[in-house]
Every structure is written in C-alpha cells, then in structure tokens.
C-alpha cells in the first residue's frame, strides 16, 4: 500500500516559491535537485521525502555561534536537496533551539515538517514542555509530536489526540529505539488511533520487520525509522570495505546510500531520519530515497554481504 | 527505565566529543581573566597544605569551596547546561559540597597539623600538585587547543581532583567531603569514556587512590586509638 512519486524539479521549485523558500535554494544549477522520492502519510495522504534529518546529539551545540551556523548549513544543503522532515526532542540538549535558529536564518519556518516529541515523566506537564519545544523551534506548531520511548504514553497520548482534535497539532506518534519494548509498542499501536511511530531499523538491525513493519502498514500509520546508520558506526565499519559492485545497480556511490536505500525499500517505511554534521552528507541522503531502490533479491543479498564483514 | 540492561554508556552521551571540548574553548573566553584567580587560588591552597600558620585548614576550605560555588555557578549552570540538561543536577551537587566545605571551616574541622607522614599525605600533595599543573596539560598533550585547556578553579575534573588531594593531605578522613568528589569521578570518568576520550582513566584512577588510601588511613587513625577532637587551628 506503499504511495510514492517522484516530484519533479517544476513541482519543487513551485512548492517552494508558494512557501517562500525558494531563497533556500543556492543559484547555481548544479546544487538544485533532479528529483524528490516522496512517501504518502497514510492517515492524510499527505506526501513527504523520504529521507529526513535527525538531531540526536549532532545539533546538540549549545550557544556555540560557529556550530550554530555549521548545523544551519546542514539545514541549508537538506531543504535544498529537496528535504522537509526534521525530527528533535527535548531530551536532545539544545537540538531543539538549534533547529530553531537554523529555520529563522534560512527562512524555512513554512518549509518544514516539524516533528518533535514529548519526554516528561509527569502528564499534566506534557502541555508545558510541547509549548517550551514550539518556540524553541519557533514554528507555529508543530506537524507531529511523539511520546519520546513510550515515556508516559498513558498520559501524553490523550493530551496529543487533543490538540490534534484543536488544530494545534496535525499527527500523532509514539517512539522507540533499539529494538526496546516492541510487545508494548504494538500494543499500543493496536489499540490507539496513531499516525506515525517511530523505530529504529536498519540492515543489522531487522527485529522490527517481524512485527511492528508489518502492523504499521495494516493498520495505516507512517514509520519512521531512526539510527539508520547506527548513530554512524554502521558506516564507519562498512567503509574499512569496498563498496560491492551491485551498489551500483541501485545507484549508489557510497555505503550510506546503501544503507538507506535497503531502509526505504521496505513498504512499511516512510521515511529515514539519519543525523549528519556535514552539508555534502544531508544532501546525498536525500537523493538516496531517488529510484532505484532494491528489491528483496538484492535487499537479502545487502544483509548476507553486511554480516560477513 | 525499562530494559535498562539494553543501554550502554554512549547512550546517554548527548553530544560529539568535538561540542563538548569546544564547549571549555568558548568557557574559557567567557570568564577570561578568572583563570588567573583560579590559578593564584590554586597555589594559595599548595603552599598552605604542605605548610602554613594556623587557621590556615579554615583558609583551605574556604577557598576550595569558592572553587566549587564558582564551577556550579560559571560553568555547570551556565555553559554545561547548555548540552547536557542533567548539568543542573550537577551543579546542585557542587554546591553541596561548597556547603559543606565551608561547614568545616567553620567549624574547624580540616586540619594539615600533626599528619603522619604516610602514603596518603604523600598522594595528597601530588595529586594536588597534578590537578593544578599536569591535568590541564592534557588536553594539548593530547593535540586538543591549547585554548580547551580545563583549569583547577574553574573546570570540574581537576577541581575535583585537587580536592582529593587536599582532603588526602588532610589530618583525619573526612568521608563527608569526600561523597560529591568521588561520585563526580563516575561522572566525569564515564562521559570521558563514552566519548572514547584516552584520557577517560584519570577520574576513576583519582577516586581509586583517594577511596583506597584514605580507607587505610581511616583505618590506622583508629588502630592508633587517635579519636581525639581535631586541634582547631
């Protein structure tokens, strides 16, 4: 049931121009996207890329003005590859006041697909900690928010299904990370109406194909996938090693595209949240969503290659 | 925390090793010339351990607690903070130690008079000496610039560790004032850990000495049947 298109350079240019951020994008043609590989949010229908920017510890820079401008940069190539999902939570330091620089320096506040989350052990502070999030980010509100590792998802939930029902907030989600609390993390998404959750999957990293992909797409709720690279290790080991000759059947010049690619090649995914600090890489991550994409042939052959390394 | 046995040091690591060194670059900028004080405070402190007048235990805790208050205050809550939203905690726990430190002056209870000249006493006066000299020099050892260097007086680690040195050159052990330093050495020695730092043994070696040595001095100071009021100096 998977919705993809590919969006056009018209299409882009245009989405852009409408929300005021064609000033994104840099003047030279060669930094301008081809194409966008975009998945549909099952509960709208609503088309967003593919590839999105996580902000665990790779935003977390504090007041450091020069780090600052850095991760702004970051945010710059990103947007202008073509990129719009960014996803932060209050537990990541000061990801969220950096993310929020980065969009008013690049104008990108109307751009962005913002996805945040809640992480407070106590419900009735959850409203104060969402409203501290959004003008840290400085977004009118937010497109998603999460409750961050099912921490008091009892008591966040009903409040984001309210605000939800208000029109302060358009999705709702849960998160989880390496493969923790997959029993109650599905049980949560049999019995609450979410659309969106949140785990970690990648090519050493599968627990998540059993069950949580599969009732993902039963029961219409967009997955995003975090630490698709394994918070970077994951590369730094597949790079001691050659890039294998079928990467080039998919398109890949890199071994993080080939780590990407297998991630959005599973039907469930939606889209990939991997963290950089640099420009060059957020750029090449988004083009990493652009058919083609691996089929299971190649995706089994991805894992048996990967694991004997 | 649910499945704790799932998590690992690095995941409760919050930033790059690269913010976190950058983080004393931008620190030391900010409280530019306070080094200088601290440094001066520093050897005010040597100078009174391995001799001085009376009164001068007093002098020594008062002088360590302002180092504590000031690393809580400038660094803890107004720079760490920034990274690491549990710097708050931290910073609360500096403080206490602050308190307590200057409950001994107070009450006279830190005294360099009458120390048998044991290992302790001896580790004392180094590991002071280190944390005020050598410690810092280990970052630019390190090929980190020069401009990261963590002072004595203003960064935590060697300011926890000068403490230790003090209260191991101390006449009796003071376990009170040893709680906050010792656990700072966990903190502080696991987020050097985490972040694969080559230097991340030199906290919990810190607290190793300090927990073992000041255990056998406890230990002799009973043997001795020395439970006497400590002379007020």
């Known amino acids: 049931m998977r919705s993809e298109r590919q969006v056009t350079r018209r299409h882009l240019l245009g989405a852009l121009a409408a929300t005021g951020a064609a000033a994104l994008w840099p003047a030279g043609g060669a930094a301008q996207p081809r194409a966008v590989s975009t998945r549909a949010i099952p509960a709208s229908g609503e088309a967003v890329p593919a590839v999105g920017l996580g902000t665990w510890i790779t935003f977390n820079v504090g007041n450091d003005p020069v780090a600052r401008d850095a991760c702004a940069d970051v945010m710059r190539a990103f947007f202008a590859a073509g990129g719009r999902l960014i996803d932060s939570s209050p537990m990541y330091g000061s990801s969220q006041a950096v993310v929020g620089y980065g969009l008013r320096k690049l104008g990108a506040l109307a751009r962005v697909f913002a996805a945040d989350k809640v992480w407070i052990g106590s419900g009735s502070r959850g409203p104060a900690q969402i409203e501290a999030s959004r003008a840290a980010w400085g977004v009118p509100r937010f497109d998603l928010v999460q409750v961050h590792n099912l921490l008091a998802w009892e008591a966040h939930l009903p409040t984001l299904f309210a605000m939800k029902a208000q029109g302060s907030l358009r999705y709702v989600g849960i998160t989880t990370s390496e493969g923790r609390r997959h029993e109650e993390f599905e049980r949560i998404m049999r019995s609450q109406p979410l659309d969106f959750v949140q785990l970690t999957y990648n090519i050493l990293d599968r627990e998540a194909e059993r069950r949580l992909l599969p009732l993902a797409r039963e029961r219409g709720m967009a997955v995003i996938v975090n630490r698709p690279f394994r918070e970077g290790a994951l590369i730094r080991k597949l790079e001691r090693h050659p890039l294998p000759g079928w990467a080039a059947e998919i398109g890949c010049r890199t071994w993080a595209q080939v780590a990407l690619k297998f991630i959005l090649a599973h039907p469930a995914v939606t889209c990939a949240i991997p963290a950089t600090t640099r420009a060059d890489h957020a750029a090449e991550n988004v083009a990493a969503a652009a058919e083609p994409l691996p089929d299971a042939a190649l995706r089994a052959r991805t894992i048996a290659d990967v694991e004997k390394l | ?233």
């Open chain 2, 1 to 233: 925390m649910s499945e704790w046995w799932t998590y690992s040091l690095s995941d409760f690591l919050l930033f790059s090793p690269r913010t976190y060194y950058r983080l004393f670059e931008l620190y030391n900028d900010d409280i530019w010339p306070a080094q200088v004080a601290a440094l001066a405070l520093g050897a005010a402190i040597l100078a009174l351990i391995v001799r001085g007048p009376r009164g001068r235990g007093r002098a020594v805790a008062v002088m360590l607690a302002a180092c504590w208050l000031f690393v809580a205050w400038a660094y803890l809550l107004r720079h760490y903070d920034t990274i690491n939203w549990a710097a708050r905690y931290f910073a609360a726990g500096f403080a206490i130690e602050a308190l307590l430190l200057l409950v001994a002056a107070a009450r006279g209870n830190l005294s360099f008079r009458g120390v048998v000249r044991d290992a302790a006493r001896s580790t004392g006066f180094a590991l002071f000496a280190f944390a005020l000299v050598l410690q810092p020099l280990i970052g630019p050892l390190l090929a980190r610039p020069f401009a990261q260097i963590e002072l004595f007086g203003a960064a935590p680690d060697p300011t926890v560790v000068g403490t230790l040195g003090v209260l191991l050159a101390a006449r009796r052990v003071h376990w009170t004032l040893l709680v906050v330093p010792l656990l700072w050495c966990a903190v502080g020695g696991a987020t050097l850990w985490a972040m694969q730092a080559p230097d991340a043994a030199v906290m919990p070696a810190a607290a190793v000495a300090a927990t073992a040595l000041s255990a056998l001095k406890s230990r002799a100071f009973r043997n001795r049947g020395a439970r006497v009021a400590t002379p007020h100096e």
